[in-house]
């Protein structure tokens, strides 16, 4: 039986990772075929594992998964990571956000300006960005330092910051980020193998953000059920 809300305020507890099980039980196939993904992409190739892992410390920043956050934190401090590349790898995970952000403020910037004809998402349209800068030009100087210092060298290599931020664009779903950090992450040695090997980790994590809520649903639906019962 689930977490009885009834008793607890709690969404998310350590324990409640143990109904992985019964997620695999109930679709026995569908979780076979993602665990064998799963453990397809962190495989150590042209990327170590501990870099897949680390790439999935950041991605789980950004979909906000508790247990995700746990789990792949806790992998990567047993691969000997520390707290200092967590961190940078977060900052990372941070600045790629934000510039997702800034980046669409181009898309507003159009509309506004009534210049939106029927595309709407033209690679053209980052051009407009430094007409955008202009309306706050201190507020983006101080975003464009973070990234700066975000993205460099430290505990973390800047190439392996690079690919964490391709990643996190991907996960963003930005095209102008997937397009910018893909070329710098070229630009810094990156290969090919490595940009796809990053982005099924990326993949999986996404996934994983998504299967490993399936706990809060069983919680969900147990107390519903009981609820349905005792009335």
């Known amino acids: ?13 350590r324990s409640n990772l143990r109904r992985v099980a019964e997620l695999q039980e109930i679709a026995p196939q569908g979780s076979k075929a993602f665990f ?9 190739k ?6 897949k892992e680390l790439i999935a410390v950041a991605v789980t920043h950004v979909t906000g998964c508790p247990y995700c956050i746990d789990v792949h934190t806790g992998k990567f401090k047993k691969l000997e990571g520390s707290i200092e590349e967590v961190v940078e790898a977060i900052l990372v995970a941070g600045a790629v956000n934000a510039e997702t952000v800034l980046f669409h403020s181009v ?5 506004m300006q009534d210049l939106v004809t029927n595309e709407l998402y033209a690679a053209s349209n980052a051009s407009k960005l430094p007409q ?5 030009p201190e507020t983006f100087a101080a975003f464009e330092q973070f990234q700066s210092t975000a993205m460099a060298d430290g505990a973390i290599d800047a190439k392996t910051k ?16 997937i397009d910018n950090h893909t070329r710098k992450f070229k630009e810094l040695g ?3 193998e490595e940009l796809m090997e990053g982005l099924l980790v990326g993949g999986v994590a996404n996934a994983g953000y998504v299967l490993t809520h ?15 019962a005792q009335n």
Do not use: P
């Not at 955008?132 to 706050?136: D, F, G, L, P």
């Open 36 to 44: 064998q993904f799963m453990g397809e992409a962190f495989a150590e």
């Open 46 to 51: 042209a990327i170590t594992s501990r870099t």
């Open 190 to 192: 990156g290969t090919a």
């Open 162 to 177: 690079g690919l964490i931020a391709v990643v996190i664009a991907h996960v963003n779903g930005c095209a102008y980020s």
């Open 1 to 13: 039986m689930g977490m009885n809300l009834k008793n607890s305020n709690s969404l998310y507890e």
């Open 132 to 136: 955008v800068k202009e309306t706050r």
């Open 107 to 111: 898309n507003a910037w159009n509309t």
């Open 214 to 228: 399936g706990i809060n649903a069983l919680n969900a639906f147990d107390y519903q059920s009981d609820a349905v």
